[in-house]
């Protein structure tokens, strides 16, 4: 709520020129009531008909053009905030470190982005703007009541409190169906997200009829309560307008005689059935307010709740140094603790070093579980670690502007899912220099799909380059895949490569293919890679072997084969030809 506060404060000019121009057409509408009494009772006076039709006229294009200026002014308004509430909300979220993602779902944040934002939107450019107009209407109509008959006003606004015992009895129960109808859609939005990446276990579980029949569930019971609101926002318009004809009715025959005796006119009378009717109207419209009231505080209270989230932050001082990423000279781990925030009593890594050095090609092996991948995220500082030192190139990583520090490093995932966008984009994302002038650089992007062994799959699709990849890579079976992800590594201009087992999805014999083309980076760039294919260690200049949380060995395939019981048995029960190679 804050963040839009915070954007009406600055759009002052504009909400005061919509307040004005409501306003102006609410008078504009209103004088059209006296006008029809003043019409009426002309008694044949040509020159004061002519006099009143076209007071009639120009109040009707004075409340045509205030309208014109209210809508422009008011729909430009409500889609600019629209505009900067997403904007600020998808910069905000990226700026949140992995803590974030791990407390809040996906659906989560797409529901604030677009359906929380859609709410607001639909609530402020159509009920709150209806409401808003019948404020200035039902005021501007009881006014006029009074000063047209202050007598009937009287009598008629005594029926108000029976209206607003049915506007606050029905309001409760469309407010509830609306609640109930906004909770069933979020449900069914999590179920269709969650079925769209989970559809290869859904169809090899077989479990679509079972899922079918969850989903229908939910989307009857969201059909019902919408049919709840609808029902009971048109029971509360029709005892409103009953409510009225009824006392109108009683009070015309109560005031009749004043009628006759000429005390109150045929043109008053008239009047004040369109005040009246006016009155009623805005008062039934105003009812909208009781049910769009807890939809707009919900989305608002959304938003908040995502943007003020207690979540450990990868902070960055004020005065860290902007180091260029000049020469990559080395990298040090000396003494690093680091546990989950979520588990911080387990520990992951305990007084965890390591040196390397640039051009170097390090193989990192573990058990599952051991932190292997949690070392490339403190080292571009996703994680904060809990005590000790990471170091590039002798400076301290929580010292480097982040921008700066990560522009050292590029990070290619097993599990990471590509971007839906060409495959051309998702390659030119590992070198930002190259994105200005996309098409200018396929020559780069062919070569590196060649040296990961994609090139020849990508020449067989129609659109090449261009093709869309999809959500989620759906189109691509995971080990291409993996190899047109890979072929990043190709086309960054990054100085250390860290590899997350980048050849998961390929079988042994491409896994080497590939492997062996990325090593061929070396020496001019420094390798870092977890090993799925653990056969290919004896290709890496130094292996890190975690055996657990404190226990972890350096040294080359060799030396931790000879002198290492642990990592001896570990190649020993995976890969027995691994001894042929230890010498």
């Given at each position: 709520?804050q963040?839009?506060i915070?954007?009406?404060?600055?759009?002052?000019?504009?909400i005061a020129?919509?307040?004005?121009s409501?306003?102006?057409?609410?008078?504009?509408?209103?004088?059209?009531?006296?006008e029809?009494?003043?019409?009426?009772?002309?008694?044949n006076?040509?020159?004061?008909?002519?006099r009143?039709?076209?007071?009639?006229?120009?109040?009707?294009?004075?409340w045509s053009?205030?309208?014109?200026?209210?809508m422009i002014?008011?729909?430009?308004?409500?889609?600019?905030?629209?505009l900067y509430?997403?904007?600020?909300?998808?910069k905000?979220?990226?700026?949140?470190s992995?803590?974030?993602?791990?407390k809040?779902?996906?659906?989560?944040i797409?529901?604030?982005?677009i359906?929380d934002i859609n709410?607001?939107h639909?609530?402020?450019?159509?009920s709150?703007?209806?409401?808003?107009?019948s404020?200035?209407t039902f005021?501007?109509s009881?006014?006029?009541?009074?000063?047209?008959?202050?007598?009937?006003a009287?009598?008629?606004?005594?029926?108000?409190?029976?209206?607003l015992?049915?506007?606050?009895?029905?309001g409760?129960?469309?407010?509830?169906?609306?609640?109930n109808?906004?909770k069933?859609?979020?449900?069914?939005s999590?179920y269709?997200?969650?079925t769209?990446?989970?559809i290869?276990?859904?169809?090899?579980?077989?479990i679509?009829k079972v899922?079918?029949?969850?989903?229908?569930e939910?989307?009857?019971q969201?059909?019902?309560?919408?049919l709840?609101?609808?029902?009971?926002?048109?029971?509360?318009?029709?005892?409103?307008?009953?409510?009225?004809?009824?006392?109108?009715?009683?009070m015309?025959?109560?005031?009749r005689?004043k009628?006759i005796?000429?005390?109150?006119?045929?043109?008053?009378?008239?009047?004040f059935?369109?005040?009246?009717?006016?009155?009623a109207?805005?008062?039934?419209?105003?009812s909208?307010?009781l049910?769009?009231?807890?939809?707009?505080k919900?989305?608002?209270?959304?938003?908040d709740?995502?943007?003020?989230?207690?979540?450990?932050?990868?902070?960055e001082?004020?005065?860290?140094?902007?180091?260029?990423?000049?020469?990559?000279?080395s990298l040090v781990?000396?003494?690093?603790?680091y546990?989950y925030?979520?588990?911080?009593?387990?520990?992951?890594?305990?007084?965890?070093?390591?040196?390397?050095?640039?051009?170097?090609?390090?193989?990192i092996?573990?058990?599952?579980?051991?932190?292997?991948?949690?070392?490339?995220?403190?080292?571009i500082?996703?994680y904060?670690?809990?005590s000790g030192?990471?170091l590039i190139?002798?400076?301290?990583t929580d010292?480097?502007?982040?921008?700066?520090?990560?522009?050292?490093?590029i990070?290619?995932?097993s599990?990471v899912?590509?971007?839906?966008?060409?495959?051309?984009?998702?390659?030119l994302?590992?070198?930002s220099?190259?994105l200005?002038n996309?098409k200018?650089h396929?020559?780069?992007?062919l070569?590196?799909?060649?040296?990961?062994?994609?090139?020849?799959?990508?020449?067989?699709?129609?659109?090449?380059?261009?093709?869309?990849?999809?959500?989620?890579?759906?189109?691509?079976s995971?080990g291409e895949?993996?190899?047109?992800?890979?072929?990043r590594?190709?086309?960054?201009?990054r100085?250390?490569?860290?590899?997350?087992?980048?050849?998961?999805?390929?079988d042994?014999?491409?896994?080497?293919?590939?492997l062996?083309?990325l090593l061929?980076?070396?020496?001019?760039k420094?390798?870092l890679?977890?090993?799925?294919?653990?056969?290919?260690?004896p290709?890496?200049?130094?292996?890190?072997f975690?055996?657990?949380?404190?226990?972890?060995?350096?040294?080359?395939?060799n030396?931790?084969?000879n002198n290492?019981?642990?990592?001896r048995?570990?190649?020993?029960?995976?890969?027995?030809?691994?001894?042929s190679?230890?010498?």
């Amino acid at each position: 709520m804050q963040i839009t506060i915070n954007y009406l404060r600055q759009k002052r000019k504009n909400i005061a020129l919509i307040v004005f121009s409501f306003i102006i057409s609410s008078i504009a509408l209103l004088s059209l009531g006296y006008e029809i009494k003043q019409f009426i009772d002309q008694n044949n006076d040509i020159i004061a008909i002519k006099r009143s039709l076209i007071f009639i006229s120009i109040s009707t294009v004075i409340w045509s053009i205030t309208l014109f200026l209210r809508m422009i002014t008011y729909g430009s308004l409500v889609e600019k905030l629209s505009l900067y509430l997403r904007i600020n909300l998808y910069k905000k979220i990226k700026s949140f470190s992995l803590y974030f993602f791990e407390k809040v779902r996906g659906t989560e944040i797409t529901g604030v982005i677009i359906t929380d934002i859609n709410t607001i939107h639909d609530i402020l450019i159509g009920s709150l703007l209806s409401s808003t107009r019948s404020i200035f209407t039902f005021i501007g109509s009881i006014i006029m009541l009074i000063y047209t008959s202050p007598t009937m006003a009287f009598y008629f606004i005594l029926i108000f409190p029976f209206i607003l015992v049915f506007i606050i009895y029905l309001g409760k129960l469309v407010k509830k169906s609306m609640y109930n109808a906004r909770k069933e859609l979020d449900i069914l939005s999590a179920y269709v997200d969650e079925t769209y990446r989970n559809i290869n276990l859904v169809k090899s579980f077989c479990i679509e009829k079972v899922l079918s029949k969850k989903f229908d569930e939910h989307a009857n019971q969201n059909y019902i309560y919408n049919l709840k609101y609808h029902h009971n926002r048109a029971l509360l318009v029709i005892a409103i307008i009953i409510i009225l004809m009824i006392a109108m009715g009683a009070m015309f025959i109560a005031f009749r005689s004043k009628v006759i005796d000429g005390s109150l006119t045929i043109g008053e009378v008239g009047s004040f059935i369109f005040y009246a009717i006016m009155s009623a109207t805005s008062l039934s419209n105003l009812s909208d307010l009781l049910s769009i009231k807890d939809n707009l505080k919900v989305a608002l209270n959304n938003i908040d709740n995502i943007l003020n989230i207690n979540e450990l932050r990868i902070f960055e001082k004020k005065n860290n140094l902007s180091y260029p990423p000049n020469k990559f000279e080395s990298l040090v781990f000396n003494k690093v603790l680091y546990s989950y925030p979520s588990q911080p009593d387990i520990r992951i890594l305990n007084d965890f070093s390591f040196k390397i050095k640039q051009g170097e090609k390090i193989a990192i092996i573990g058990n599952n579980g051991s932190g292997k991948s949690t070392i490339f995220k403190l080292i571009i500082r996703l994680y904060n670690i809990i005590s000790g030192e990471i170091l590039i190139n002798n400076y301290m990583t929580d010292t480097l502007q982040l921008k700066h520090l990560r522009e050292f490093f590029i990070l290619l995932e097993s599990n990471v899912l590509p971007f839906s966008t060409t495959i051309r984009e998702n390659l030119l994302y590992a070198n930002s220099q190259l994105l200005d002038n996309p098409k200018k650089h396929d020559d780069i992007l062919l070569s590196a799909l060649q040296r990961s062994y994609a090139l020849e799959y990508i020449l067989k699709l129609e659109n090449g380059l261009d093709t869309i990849i999809g959500e989620q890579g759906v189109k691509f079976s995971s080990g291409e895949m993996q190899k047109i992800l890979l072929a990043r590594a190709f086309v960054t201009d990054r100085q250390i490569l860290l590899l997350d087992e980048p050849l998961s999805a390929l079988d042994s014999q491409k896994a080497h293919l590939v492997l062996t083309s990325l090593l061929s980076l070396a020496p001019k760039k420094t390798i870092l890679c977890i090993l799925h294919h653990i056969q290919e260690v004896p290709n890496f200049d130094k292996i890190i072997f975690i055996y657990n949380a404190s226990t972890s060995y350096i040294g080359t395939h060799n030396e931790l084969y000879n002198n290492n019981k642990h990592y001896r048995d570990l190649c020993d029960n995976h890969y027995h030809d691994l001894k042929s190679v230890a010498h």
